[in-house]
């Protein structure tokens, strides 16, 4: 039973929604404050009273402490400007419960009470402090086997091959399912060009993400992340350059839980991947990640992956290939000139990115299959082997 008594209490109300749909839908603000205000008006015996600048109201999670209202409500609890609180209930004030018990002890130190219309708990004294943990305990308890089952779900979802990603990644758009059941990502023509034209400026034209931040701004390129705004445009900054070169998404992988419900990272062996559509290859993908692990992004000087490896065995005394930028944008490979019969041969140039990605595509074939790479080096190997026997003799 609410405790009563014959002295008059001048009673806050807090009111909180979580998000602007619920605050104009179901039990929402307005349903709120009336039933609160009924309560204070037709419980005589309580002698309660309130008056207008002591409601106080939130759009926003229950998680979070930094709420307008409620900063405002702890402001006057600290002035002490009324006697207690009341809320419908009492995950309202907060769900965790740490947060609650800090609440209460800062009302606690202001003697100022707390009163939950749902719970039918007034916060006086022992018993009602008792009261007062164990409900917070039980809302607490409530929202973590929220959080399990909707991970969990989010989960099984991405098992089945759906995209259950928060914002839909630049060059993508969402699709429903044709059952009807979940959803997946399709790629955006126009903007995966952009996506492209991103990996080549800083793999090849060594463009830092602040430098391809402005390029896109120069182009009015629209890089909204949520529906209502792929429309609109929004200047460019270096984050979403940076995701955009480290989300595994555009190389044709989602992974759907990197991190548990609580928020620790998990191990790679646990994680769920969706395979979606490609916007770059897995090669292009990976050069920029050694791009970035060299550079930390910003401005560098691009690291030429094959100079010193790539050598002209043509030649009598073989010459090494050296990257070097080109004047109209991109990079190659050229074996310097060198006096020949006192004449000068010519600067041999490879197309850089072409050789990377041939060499690339080499290397992860190696791995895919390393029986036949064996097999092709051992090949190798007799042929070099039977070339320098030829010359011996």
């Keep these: 039973m609410l405790a ?40 005589i015996a309580l002698n309660l009273t309130t008056k207008p600048e002591w409601v106080f109201t939130d759009i926003h999670t229950g998680s979070d402490l930094n709420r307008p209202g409620l900063l405002k409500l702890r402001d006057a609890v600290r002035r002490q400007e009324f006697d207690a609180v009341l809320v419908l209930k009492i995950d309202r004030l907060s769900r965790s ?4 018990l800090m609440i209460f002890a800062e009302m606690e130190k202001h003697q100022v009470s707390f009163i939950s219309l749902h719970e039918n708990i007034d916060f006086r004294g022992a018993i009602g402090r008792l009261l007062f943990q164990i409900m917070g305990a ?11 089952r909707t991970f969990m779900g989010k989960v099984a979802s991405a098992e089945m091959g759906n995209y259950t990603g928060t914002h839909i990644p630049f060059g993508y758009k969402e699709v429903l399912n044709p059952n009807g059941k979940g959803k997946h990502i399709e790629l955006l023509t126009e903007e995966r060009k952009w996506v492209e034209k991103i990996y080549d400026w800083y793999i090849n034209d060594g463009l830092g993400e602040g430098q391809i931040a402005k390029k896109l701004n120069e182009h009015k390129v629209h890089k909204g992340r949520f529906k209502i705004k792929r429309h609109q445009f929004t200047p460019w900054t270096n984050m979403p350059v940076n995701t955009i070169l480290t989300n595994p998404v555009y190389r044709g992988e989602f992974v759907a839980n990197q991190k548990d419900e609580n928020g620790n ?14 916007c770059v290859s897995e090669v292009t993908f990976l050069q920029a990640q050694i791009v970035r692990k060299e ?7 691009r690291e030429y992956l094959l100079t010193g490896k790539l050598w002209d065995m043509t030649l009598a005394v073989p010459k090494a290939f050296v990257g070097a930028t080109r004047t109209k944008g991109g990079f190659s490979y050229r074996r310097k000139q ?32 390393p029986e036949v790479f064996i097999k092709t080096y051992a090949s190798m190997q007799k042929t070099d082997q039977e070339s320098v026997t030829d010359i011996e003799n």
């Design 4 to 43: 009563q008594s014959n002295t008059p209490r001048k009673v806050a109300i807090y009111l909180r929604v979580s998000t602007t749909e619920q605050s104009t839908e179901g039990f929402g603000l307005e349903a709120q404050k009336k039933t609160l205000l009924d309560y204070v008006k037709h419980n």
């Design 97 to 100: 419960l740490q947060h609650l």
């Design 138 to 148: 039980m809302a607490q308890f409530e929202r973590e086997l929220i959080k399990g």
């Design 265 to 278: 990272l998990l191990s790679e062996e646990k994680w769920t991947i969706v395979k979606v559509p490609a």
């Design 295 to 301: 550079h930390k992004g910003g401005f560098h000087k």
């Design 338 to 369: 060198f006096l020949k019969n006192e004449k000068w041969n010519p600067v041999f140039e490879i197309p850089g990115k072409q050789m990377e990605d041939f060499v690339w595509h080499k290397i992860l074939s190696a791995i895919k299959n």
